[in-house]
Nanobody
């Protein structure tokens, strides 16, 4: 079992920045691929970013590439999502997720075994 708790969401103006954190407990965090997904009102949940167990590989949705950065601190059992140049269309509930089974499955929400409760990010125009 893995428990995930997100934090760091909030209200920010267009062009602003936020850093989300996801603290994990339970299974060995350092062995898990981690992902961030988001869900806006009336829309399906979508992939945002993923990072492999060592931090050596990362992947981003085209919509956030160049603006968001995912990283992790295995000593602190935490994964982060630094979000810069935020836009109103980034408004959503952001969830972290753990263990999609393989790096090749990182973009599919159906393959992740563990999810956090989510943190709201609102970007005002």
């Amino acid at each position: 079992q893995v428990q995930l708790v997100e934090s760091g969401g909030g209200l920010v103006q267009d062009g602003g920045s936020l850093r989300l954190s996801c603290a994990a407990s339970g299974r060995t965090f350092g062995s898990l691929t981690m992902g961030w997904f988001r869900q806006a009102p009336g829309k399906e949940r979508e992939f945002v970013a993923a990072i492999n167990w060592s931090g050596g590989f990362t992947d981003y949705a085209d919509s956030v590439k160049g603006r968001f950065t995912i990283n992790r601190d295995n000593a602190k059992n935490t994964v982060y999502l630094q979000m810069n140049s935020l836009k109103p269309e980034d408004t959503a509930v952001y969830h972290c997720a753990a263990d999609p089974g393989s790096w090749g499955s990182r973009r599919s929400e159906k393959t992740y075994d563990y999810w956090g409760q989510g943190t709201q990010v609102t970007v005002s125009s």
